[in-house]
């Protein structure tokens, strides 16, 4: 069996950027690569034991035990391939499973279980097949059946490309030919999808990985499909949950459960690409847009509303109570992947890169091994929420829902794969870190400690006559390249500066991004944060917690916008300033303001660390009283 990565056997499609080959970057050490290293030795198998008792549903099935006790929710099965599709992205890298023997044992084991579980005719879903439902189908809103699916097929395809492995992508094929019969406009189907999106990016995956058009026509109707009311008729409500509301292509703004929705625009934006829809993808960019200019959290979280965990109105952005749940993160880097492809706009790079850092990654604690579900700006004093998705109960080991653990993993698995992508005019760098990078006939090793420090080294070990190009953030004014002879470009923010030369071996660019801490002001029309500051440096967001101050974090204010850094042990600097402490009256309200207290200093952390030392108050805005 091949070890090598598998190229399209469809056609390719005409995208501004394509990505690289699954090794032809790797991450070595630094940020980056220390995040991807601790995902594999940690948080891989802690999510093996976590899931042992779901793997028991397919083997039941598998064996026709009848009146078993079903473990997890219905659209557990989904989770199983996430943290599948993680365990094939890291087999890939570690080609010949030296680093973790457990790997070519999981991707055998557990493939074996789903291909004895299916039907002959391709179905597959444990909770149905179980004995959970008396049909198959018959709450397409609520049973995630499509959406498990959806799920195999990316690990499947997955695990083709990054082992070579046929056993899953052939489970994948079967389950492919199943939903392409059953459902569409044809006598023999019937209308319907799947009321969680994400067998659309399934199937135009499974159409590139085999070529063959049918995958790509269901997607095309799943995405197509949404819109009518076909799953919630004569309920808007619940419609606009399910993206079922207004069709795709003449959506906006996105509306709903944040996940789906997003899921949703990720898919559409495959499908656009893959059938050379421009107008279709215009209208995906406009949706994007309006999402990032309206509806996002200042960290990139998305999703203001715990009711139906979904977007809410423009502006609506509480910060106490907001959802803005991992997954919806996971998904939008997903979504911004596919526009960057598309268009090669740094906008989209840009985005992925403030996510991962600041909605992303705080998701899982620094160890590793626990997890917030809901990632919210503030933790007030005394929170006391009996629900343990609620941020002020501390990342937690696992969820009876297990979606943002692994899709986590898969996604720090899969990290290298959003780092650089290649064109006929050359190679772009899109996300900074320590590693080698191979595109054609160049070869590239970059150093960096970024986000630590703003130096990055790109070194030239085997030349080529083609063109760099290295994206400038759009917080980066004042960034410079230099070149190997010394000529020094400026950078210009939310752009890539391009470097085109006949490169030799030794040959370096080095790149310097300003990282001096900065303010942040929000949209006047956001209630609760007018008036108020967030501090950021460089791609990272801050937060100030209890830990680190005497008077209570509720109360705490800036009153000067000079900035200063404390070099950490390990990791980014905090970052200090001058504050102090509201002096609340005896009542809740009162005829005159509350004053403030002495000067004092603030002190704030990257906001993906909070929460690893002791839980308490937290938050991002501060009040700037100058």
């Not at 499947?156 to 392409?180: K, N, P």
């Not at 959802?323 to 993160?329: D, F, H, P, Q, V």
């Not at 950021?536 to 204010?557: I, K, M, N």
């Amino acid at each position: 069996m091949t070890t090598t990565d598998q190229g399209p056997a469809a056609p390719v499609a005409a995208t501004a950027l394509r990505p690289l080959g699954l090794r032809d970057v790797q991450l070595a050490g630094s940020f980056l690569g220390d995040l991807q290293a601790t995902n594999a030795t940690v948080s891989i198998p802690k999510g093996a034991e976590h899931l042992d008792e779901q793997w028991a549903n397919f083997r039941n099935v598998a064996e026709g035990v009848k009146g078993a006790d079903y473990h997890g929710p219905n659209y557990e099965d989904g989770e199983a391939y996430k943290w599948l599709e993680a365990v094939a992205w890291e087999a890939g890298r570690d080609a010949d499973q030296s680093t973790d023997p457990r790997l070519a044992e999981w991707l055998q084991s557990r493939t074996a279980l789903i291909a004895a579980a299916q039907d002959d005719d391709g179905y597959l879903g444990t909770f149905v097949q179980s004995g959970q439902r008396d049909e198959r189908y018959g709450q397409l809103d609520f049973d995630h059946e499509i959406f498990n699916m959806g799920a195999m097929i990316q690990s499947a395809v997955a695990q083709y490309r990054a082992t070579g492995r046929t056993e899953l992508l052939d489970v994948a094929r079967r389950a492919g030919d199943h939903l392409h019969r059953t459902f569409g406009i044809g006598p023999e189907q019937r209308e319907g999808f799947c009321g969680h999106p994400v067998a659309e990016l399934a199937l135009v995956e499974l159409y590139r990985a085999t070529g063959e058009q049918r995958y790509l026509d269901q997607a095309k109707y799943f995405v197509d499909a949404h819109g009518r009311s076909i799953l919630a008729p004569d309920h808007p409500g619940r419609a606009a949950y399910l993206s079922d509301r207004i069709p795709v292509r003449e959506t906006t703004t996105p509306e709903g459960h944040a996940v789906r929705a997003i899921y949703l625009a990720a898919g559409a934006t495959d499908v656009a690409i893959e059938t050379g829809d421009t107008d279709l993808l215009a209208k995906l960019e406009t949706q994007w847009q309006n999402m990032v200019g309206t509806k996002m959290y200042v960290n990139g979280g998305l999703g203001s509303r715990w009711d139906g965990e979904s977007f809410g109105n423009p502006y609506e952005l509480p910060n106490d109570i907001a959802y803005g749940e991992t997954c919806a993160a996971v998904a939008s880097v997903q979504w911004s992947w596919r526009l960057l492809l598309a268009t090669g706009k740094a906008r989209y790079a840009d985005l992925i890169e403030w996510q991962l850092y600041n909605a992303v990654l705080p998701g899982v604690s620094l160890d590793r091994s626990k997890y917030f579900y809901v990632n919210a700006l503030q933790v007030r004093a005394d929170s006391d929420d009996a629900d343990k998705r609620a941020p002020g109960n501390g990342r937690q080991p696992w969820f009876g829902t297990s979606c943002c653990p692994t899709n986590l993993m898969r996604t720090f698995a899969a990290l290298q794969h959003y780092v650089a992508t290649s064109n006929e005019d050359g190679v772009q760098l899109h996300q900074y870190a320590a590693g080698s990078i191979r595109a054609g006939e160049l070869r590239l090793t970059v150093s960096t400690d970024y986000p630590v420090s703003g130096r990055i080294v790109i070194t030239v070990d085997e030349g080529a006559d083609t063109a760099i190009s290295l994206r400038i953030p759009s917080w980066a004014a004042g960034a410079e390249v230099v070149v190997a002879d010394g000529e020094a470009i400026p950078g210009m923010p939310g752009a890539y500066t391009t470097v085109r030369r006949a490169w030799q071996q030794g040959d370096r660019l080095v790149l310097t991004l300003p990282m001096s801490p900065r303010l942040l002001h929000g949209h006047p029309r956001v209630e609760g944060i007018r008036g108020s500051v967030a501090i950021s440096r460089g791609p990272l967001l801050y937060a100030v917690e209890q830990a680190d101050h005497t008077a209570p974090v509720d109360d705490l204010a800036l009153t000067a916008t000079t900035l200063s850094e404390i070099p950490a042990a390990d990791g980014p600097p905090q970052v200090t300033g001058t504050g102090a402490a509201w002096q609340p009256s005896t009542g809740l309200y009162a005829d005159e303001p509350a004053a403030l207290g002495d000067a004092l200093r603030i002190t704030a952390v990257p906001y993906y660390q909070w929460g690893n030392r002791e839980l308490g108050p937290m938050k991002v805005w501060l009040p700037l009283a100058t």
